[in-house]
């Protein structure tokens, strides 16, 4: 949750409040990018490192895979079930 007062929603961001999360530890990051470099989204799948996955809305996805399969998985329900996503 963002919590700002009016007056701020209406400034542009300072840099040094920026940031991107690129799924790296620190040390690792440091080691190939700088303050100051470019950046590009890139919304393709991409496997960051062994652990580590990304793409497009891929948290939204993934939230309606476990939505489905739970809702597949429902044996004997007695009451209406709905599922927003």
Known sequence: I???EEE????????KDLFIDVGLKKDEVSK?????????????FKELNDKIIT???????????????SLKRIKD????????A
């Open 2 to 4: 963002h919590i700002l």
């Open 32 to 44: 190939i990018v700088k303050a100051g470099d470019s950046v590009t989204l890139d919304r393709n």
């Open 55 to 69: 793409a497009k809305a891929f948290d939204d996805r993934v939230g309606v895979y476990v939505m489905i399969e």
């Open 8 to 15: 701020e929603k209406k400034k542009p961001p300072k840099i």
């Open 77 to 84: 329900c007695y009451v209406d079930i709905y599922a927003v």
